[in-house]
């Protein structure tokens, strides 16, 4: 069965701190990973979308990696701030053939919160 | 700038109502979905739409029908709503097939009550 897991569950830093969110996947043959942001009670605003043939994709102070080989992604949050507490989202494109059609797999999520 | 719109914010109904979930996007994408988000379960797609008056289920459809007589367009249909139905709803889109190395975009979100 494919599957996504982040770790961890919730995250607490204080403000300015670097910190790393992880994604790891059960089937290394994927279209793309995308990462999201969710703020409580509210959609789902995409941060980054990282395809199979990258290694890494930038986005201001995000970057997130993806090691296809071993079903790994991480999400780099440069010099936090207490607004880039939310639950991030990571989700997973499977190449499953035939009418795959694009449906993502979402982790459980990472809550992290920055605090001033 | 892209956008998916979802028509309410939050609902209340009761048990037994029928209920209409509208989604609506600009970006002429091909592929539209629906999922629910729970405490503990995580999002969870209960159908998607591949093109005009095409659907497959997802992983929970039980309960649920769906329908797209417009590209843009995207409807979940709770035939006879219950308790258990009360969750928060996502509309997705994104492009088809052809482009699959592109991003799916969300709506804000229905908030279902179902008393």
């Known amino acids: 069965k494919q599957e996504v897991t982040q770790i961890p569950a919730a995250l607490s830093v204080p403000e300015g701190e670097n910190l790393v969110l992880n994604c790891s996947f059960t089937?290394?043959?994927?279209?793309?990973l995308q990462w999201f942001r969710q703020d409580p009670g509210k959609g789902l605003t995409s941060l980054l979308l990282?395809?199979?043939?990258?290694r890494e994709q930038t986005s201001g102070r995000l970057n997130a990696s993806l090691d296809k080989s071993s079903g790994r992604s991480t999400l780099y949050i440069a010099a936090s701030q207490p607004g880039d507490s939310a639950t991030y989202l990571c989700a997973v494109r499977f190449n499953a053939g035939g009418t795959s059609y694009g449906k993502l797999t979402f982790g459980q999520g990472t809550i992290l919160t920055v605090h001033p | 700038d892209v956008k998916v719109t979802q028509s309410s914010r939050y609902l209340v109904k009761r048990t037994g109502e029928k209920v209409f979930l509208e989604c609506v996007q600009d970006?002429?994408?091909?592929?539209m979905f629906w999922y629910r988000q729970d405490p503990g379960l995580g999002l969870r797609l209960i159908y998607f739409s591949y093109d005009v008056k095409m659907k497959e289920k997802g992983d929970i459809p039980e309960g649920y029908s769906v329908s797209r007589e417009k590209k843009e367009r995207f409807s979940l249909i709770l035939e006879s709503a219950s308790t258990n139905q009360t969750s928060m709803y996502l509309c997705a889109s994104s492009p088809g097939t052809v482009k699959m190395n592109t991003e799916a975009f969300f709506g804000q979100g229905t908030r279902l009550t179902v008393v």
């Open positions: 089937d290394s043959a994927i279209y793309n």
């Open positions: 990282i395809q199979s043939s990258q």
């Open positions: 970006m002429d994408h091909e592929n």
